[in-house]
């Protein structure tokens, strides 16, 4: 089994767009693997620029444009 993402997180400090980050993951597990996941974690390294007040908008979709598959969560984090 095989699944391919693409994550896109929007940064605003302050109110602000500050950057854009983009990542492409594949995951590749077997049938047996894919029945004991949970979850599955993908991380976007991100060093805040300085202090201040931080929403990430995060978007997870599938990267096939025939899959209509897409997930939608934003943080807040005071930095």
Sequence with gaps: MAAAYKV????YR??????????QKTFSLDEKEAEALDQLEIR??????????????????ADDPS???????I?????
């Design 14 to 23: 302050n109110n602000r767009k500050v950057e854009t980050l983009s990542v």
């Design 44 to 61: 976007v390294p991100y060093d805040p620029p300085g202090k201040g007040q931080y929403l990430f908008d995060v978007v997870v979709r």
């Design 75 to 79: 943080l807040k984090a005071k930095i």
């Design 8 to 11: 896109d997180v929007l940064v």
């Design 67 to 73: 899959v209509l598959s897409r997930r939608r969560q």
